[in-house]
């Protein structure tokens, strides 16, 4: 089992079943939550996710499933947390397990609504988990990709730099390359961030704005990222690795990604609610866009991108409208 013990995966989604996928690469067996028993009988049976990249096949000899997060958490010696984050706190809320000796890897891309924090600073401030036992999985990372087996450059990020060393080493393979970082408040918040540039993007493309424009937004989503992250975390990073800037255009730019689809309902007409429904899947920039308005009330950061989106969400202004004044404010 290599450094990091007993390997758990908390979630059912797309990127948990992805994540799955490169852990039994590297590992004979895994430990695996979802809430749904109904959902863990029909993977047993039917060999795969019945829900999600149903396309990607399972030994299920080598998986441990439960719906008892409690049982998982008591099992494992390093959890890879993929639950969206609207849902995290309830999950969490059944725990009667400490944590705080876990080596927890949060692979959520989103930030803890009610709280506003992203979530390691919630299994920090929360549940006491030490920073040097709490990572982040970032890059430019579509399930669906990864799912195929394509080339996928991951950072993994950890104040202690051995233990993201160890945790790159398993997930690495002939389809994933990894690095290690010690910015993990900077690859959660770019990380929050590129979903709510990605609706941005989308709306943009559903009002027939074309690629020129695109690479505009995107260029100044990166400048709006950098002059966040050098307030909330001041620390060395270069804003153009793929973990920031990598992910924002791989979000920004394709069609696997949920925001962008999103954004582009919302830019050709569809009410917030019924993008929604039709999507059948969060779209984690839309709490996300709330969370980091939020944030910035206190830290007052020029972010014109993210007032947009806000004002297009959550104010119900006029997308072609809101998106006109951004333009204006573009050089």
């Not at 989503?221 to 924002?248: C, T, W």
């Not at 308005?293 to 007032?307: A, E, G, R, S, W």
Request: hydrophobic residues 40%.
């Amino acid at each position: 089992m290599g450094n990091c013990g007993t390997i758990a995966i908390m979630g059912g989604g797309s990127w948990a079943t992805a994540i799955a996928k490169m852990m039994l690469e590297r590992n004979d067996s895994i430990h695996w939550y979802m809430r749904r028993e109904d959902r863990i009988e029909e993977f047993r049976r039917l060999g795969h996710n019945p829900a999600y990249l149903t396309s990607v096949h399972f030994d299920v000899n080598r998986i441990h499933f439960s719906a008892d997060i409690n049982k998982i958490v008591e099992e494992a010696d390093t959890l890879i947390f993929v639950t969206p984050s609207p849902y995290l706190k309830s999950h969490l809320k059944k725990l009667k397990t400490r944590l705080r000796d876990k080596f927890i890897v949060t692979a959520i891309k989103g930030i803890v609504p009610d709280e506003n924090l992203v979530c390691s600073e919630y299994f920090h401030q929360v549940y006491s988990v030490p920073d040097e036992n709490l990572a982040v999985l970032g890059g430019p990372s579509h399930a669906e990709e990864v799912a195929l087996g394509r080339l996928t450059y991951l950072t993994v990020g950890c104040a202690d730099l051995e233990k993201a060393q160890n945790f790159a080493d398993m997930i690495s393979s002939e389809y994933v390359k990894t690095k290690i970082s010690d910015d993990v408040i900077g690859i959660e918040y770019a990380s929050v961030l590129k979903n709510v540039y990605a609706i941005a993007a989308g709306i943009c493309n559903g009002l027939k704005y074309g690629d020129n424009f695109q690479s505009v937004i995107m260029s100044n989503a990166a400048q709006e990222m950098n002059r966040f992250l050098k307030i909330v975390h001041p620390i060395e990073r270069n804003i153009i690795d793929s973990v920031y800037l990598g992910d924002l255009l791989v979000t920004g730019y394709s069609n696997f990604s949920r925001n962008r689809v999103f954004g582009s309902m919302i830019g050709k007409g569809y009410s917030v609610k019924s993008a929604q429904i039709e999507m059948e899947m969060i779209a984690e920039g839309y709490y996300g866009t709330k969370c980091m308005k939020d944030i910035n009330k206190c830290l007052h950061v020029n972010m014109p991108i993210l007032d947009a989106v806000y004002n297009i969400l959550y104010e119900r202004i006029s997308p072609s409208i809101e998106i006109k004044l951004l333009t204006d404010s573009f050089r």
